[in-house]
């Protein structure tokens, strides 16, 4: 009932703030045998932390996991998994206006509001640290998934008004947008560097593509595969929305153009983005999400206090112009853990 | 693990095939003293039900409901509450061709690869029909919210590529379309009426908004209340998308144009949509998902049969033009259920 | 978190009160694909039924099944099966003392304690009809557990004082008691014949045991084999305690008689009753639960009524002297659903 | 479905094998605003830890507690609190032997047969040690429930067939059997010593006192608060039965002398141990559990290696004599665990 575990037979349970001990996750329910290195899940989380680029925050941080349980003799056990990611000594200090007034774009004032209380260094709780958790334990997803014979791969489709026009994989991780064309993402850029002079940030769209599901996964009626996508996705802070396939643009189709039609050679189109009735068709599964602009800018906003007397606040400090090259790996994360765990579950229903 | 249950704390389960002896639900957690009638809950399957306008479909069921456990001298008891609707005798030789081929957009091919097999009378497990549960579920808990000084409002605001231009609540309830435009709804239904000559369909886009929600409700950090709400929504069949407040518009804005800043009066703007973190702030939460074309369309489309040979497919029968509606107050049972359960978790939280 | 579900991947939920409209259950998770006859389920309902003997109520129920949903072609589908039982018109009139008095031993009182309100007809929801819902789903799971070549069977050991010496699985259905030595039996019977006229009742003991199951069901550290039986057993009404293999008896054992040895043939005692570290050995699973007196005595008893007046009451009505004999196949039902879970929950695991 | 979770609004994950590189737990769903401290939890830790008297085992561990997240300025968050205690270096060649044998009594065989491979350093996962983190995790229960103004209270009732006759609650954390009589005490002791040079161990009876809970907790008709216990207490290593109030003495007594009459003052008695129909009566919560040998044990015994061949084994080592007084801390931390979980659950229902 309360919200830090995620998943039924592979579950995870993420803890942590930024600015406490340490932040990680305990992954139950990973199929034994599994040969798994702290290099596997290393090489993950390296794609999500700062520092990797001019777009990105440029804190450096080691952010280095250990790997505490759940592991013998380099397989995994079957029994749970601690994954944790000790933080770096802060100086409280730093937050000192945060504490006394709420962050436009921030949960500042919700996490408030819910505990009656919050942790005001960093984020908390709701900082996109909690996110490192979700990317050690869909690294191991990802080794079970590719023994299965699927590939998760997410990109940068839009961001900041700029739409990628071609798509080619090989791209994605040489750009700092990991975007899946290489003039658009130079644009892109561009475009985030004049942002970070005007102290503002950039929204964006990432896309996912996975391949290699059989046709069957999905547990109707409520648990219907791109529900539960939906749900780990939106369960990611700043993504506010998903569609799968034709999404929102089937709203202007009729159905006869909608449908997919089926031949001997499969389906003839994928409007449906490889997921009918809630269960995998076999088509390659796509789907797409909106990532709003970083909350945090330095341009002066308007906001109050904690005694509810108006202010004006700029979040100081090293941010992300624009979250979509960072969030890239936890979408691929969360669609890692959402797919190894109704695999689980369909192998249960048959049993 | 099997997929028919939702909620956590205010719990509902489905059950039944369109065809088969009956759906319904069984509803685990409602507070106990609601005053509640099957009256309640049959004045929301009657918005549900086929038969109400040229738009949806010309079939006339009673879809009558029966309560038969958990209320006793007209109160909930706080233990489990079974509401059935009998399924009126169907002929099966109907469902004769469906048997034996794969109807485009429908889910009979996952459904048989899932299972190995599947009721093939009508949608089976996949029919619209199985969300009547889901109504009579939400209708206890839109009780109970009304209580809690909570409205939940789902509307059309889009349909056939034809968009609502204004917003007058006390027009939905007064045109087939459930539009919130007046004359939006009516270029709706003539474009209804033109596609249902041509054997086709279309979809739409519904929109739902919820005042009265305090701020604190939702659990992060996976079951954010916007995540809980797009995995509800996304389990109704024929919705393949979500967004929140600005939504996918999001990604053409900047961080200074999408935060919504604060002041004395409260939030300045509401492009969060009513969450921020995963937690209400306050505001109106508002949403919108796309709706899929109907896929049951008596146009000629190419498909295959359980031998694998191309076939033509034509789905006679009467059918909606535009499920847009009829999914309305199945978008508002869905709210209503994930918002109950929110309410509880919180409570549970904090007590 | 309502407590109406029990189970994760083989998943029942039941519903209903005495007096109410019906009682049932709805199961989610049944393996598709399993022939299933309304005479299946209806069969093991009828050993749990009042009036099958002068030890039981003399009442007579017809208690007839009705599976309304999750079949198809004789097959179950694998969606959710709804079982249904109608009750009979009862004459309320016969409960206005109830109405205004806890019965000792009963849950009258606690009830109106938790949720503010009881349904004083008959029992409510915590009547022992209710686990009519538990022997139906419990006749599916049993279905499945004899295709994994698994058989559960219990019986009383003990009542009245009265302990049963040998141990014969033929005659346990051919006796009243469900006992397995048929001169024990008679002894129960005949003092169960004096304490009916005596307007009084009597506890007893009943043993389970299960063959046929594989080493390596059982999910530690919490869902021990061993902790979710008890947990099932103990959600039974009137079963107070449980224990496995030696039990209680263990707490007078040294390490070295009670440690189960090991030799090529398998181990060479049973004192873990099958199951070690939470997961079974591949020995027989053996468990004994205590079984209370039946509360509903006709004896003059002292209680307090709503206005906290004390007063005498005496439960007037056709009771069972041992509730034992029908407790029988409730166990075995609760058994079932307990391993048909752990068979897929050990098949998610490894998958 | 992995076993590694439990309770539902106060929720419990444990990690960790005996020598890998930790052990603890993630609590999530404590109420914000609790003040806590690590000696708060270090406390409990400390009556579980081994090395306190001659009972138990001479090894020393310091099994220091770390609090690494969901603490703020002294007081609870509401958000997940990661408890954990590292291990120290241990000399894996110390199990050389075991690697090859299966050890009687132990989850040896059944872990391979689960997982097809086991940690056999210590007992891996199946190690007493994984109970840190429940006594953990207890802890903070523990604090919560002082403010709900319950009381926890187990000790050792009975052990190598010597059973208390006084109960004085002032010797228990007195003596080193932790039992509530000192003459019974004493005799144990002595008792222990000789099994000791015998190199054998001896098994017990622990019994708990839960005061303070006032009427109607409890969630039916499965998480009956007495099913709940059950399951919480048999979920602990070792413990192989429970009995609440009269428990299988019910098996022996008639109604009239079951059932616990009610007068103005309240209960006249409490055969029903506090819970009937599965919700607390407001009486003393009371139940038995029987906890077995240690299976440790210096004696040789028959078992069978790897390859199936027959073999002798002693299990070296500085094993508990008696595991009792170690298991009482554990016996109320799940008690703990459990009636928050409840107090929770029940708040979420009458919300």
Redesign the interface.
């Known amino acids: 009932?309360?919200?830090?575990?995620?998943g039924?037979?592979f579950?995870v349970?993420?803890?942590?703030?930024s600015h406490?001990?340490?932040?990680?996750v305990?992954l139950?329910?990973a199929?034994?045998?599994v040969p798994i290195t702290t290099e596997d899940i290393q090489q993950q989380l390296d794609r999500r932390k700062p520092g990797q680029s001019d777009v990105g925050t440029p804190r450096k941080e080691p952010d280095k996991v250990?790997?505490?349980?759940?592991?013998?003799e380099g397989?995994t056990?079957?029994?749970?998994?601690?994954m944790?990611l000790y933080n770096a000594d802060a100086d409280p200090s730093a937050y000192d206006e945060i504490k006394m007034m709420?962050r436009?774009?921030?949960?500042d004032?919700?996490?408030l509001?819910?505990?009656?209380?919050?942790?005001w260094r960093g984020s908390?709780?709701?900082s996109g640290r909690?996110t490192a958790g979700r990317v050690a334990a869909g690294a191991v997803a990802r080794k079970i998934l590719a023994q299965r014979g699927v590939q998760v791969l997410a990109y940068t489709i839009?961001?900041?008004?700029i739409r990628c026009q071609t798509f080619d994989a090989a791209v994605i991780e040489q750009n700092p947008m990991r975007a899946c064309d290489l003039e658009a993402a130079s644009a892109m850029t561009q475009y985030a560097a004049k942002?970070k002079e005007e102290q503002?940030?950039?929204?964006?769209?990432v896309e996912c593509r996975i391949t290699g599901v059989?046709?069957?996964?999905?547990?109707?009626?409520?648990?219907?595969l791109?529900?539960?996508l939906?749900?780990?996705?939106?369960?990611i802070?700043s993504i506010?929305?998903?569609?799968?396939?034709?999404?929102?643009?089937?709203?202007?189709?009729?159905?006869?153009?909608?449908?997919?039609?089926?031949?001997?050679v499969g389906f003839?189109s994928n409007?449906?983005?490889g997921?009918?009735?809630?269960?995998?068709?076999?088509e390659e599964i796509m789907f797409r999400v909106?990532?709003?602009?970083?909350?945090?800018?330095a341009?002066p906003?308007?906001?109050?206090d904690l005694n509810?007397?108006?202010r004006m606040i700029r979040t100081e400090g090293r941010h992300d112009t624009c979250i979509c090259p960072r969030i890239v790996p936890v979408v691929e994360a969360m669609a890692c853990i959402v797919l190894e765990d109704h695999?689980?579950?369909?192998?249960?229903?048959?049993?």
Chains 1, 2, 3, 4 share one sequence.
């Open positions: 009932m309360p919200g830090s575990s995620f039924h037979a579950r349970t993420t803890f942590g703030e406490g001990g340490a932040v990680g305990v139950d329910g199929r034994p045998g250990n790997l505490l349980s759940g592991v013998f397989e056990t079957g029994t749970p998994m601690l944790i709420f436009p774009g921030h949960a004032y919700t996490y509001k819910k505990y009656g209380r919050r942790d908390g709780r709701a909690e839009a961001a900041g008004g942002l503002d940030s950039m929204g964006g769209i059989p046709a069957g996964l999905g547990e109707p009626v409520f648990d219907k791109d529900a539960e939906a749900h780990g996705m939106l369960s802070g506010k929305g998903i569609e799968f396939g034709a999404g929102f643009t089937a709203a202007e189709m009729t159905g006869s153009r909608h449908n997919d039609e089926m031949a001997q003839l409007n449906s983005g997921i009918i009735g809630g269960i995998t068709t076999g909106p990532v709003k602009p970083t909350s945090s800018i341009k906003q308007q906001t109050v509810g007397s108006e695999f689980k579950r369909h192998a249960a229903l048959i049993a």
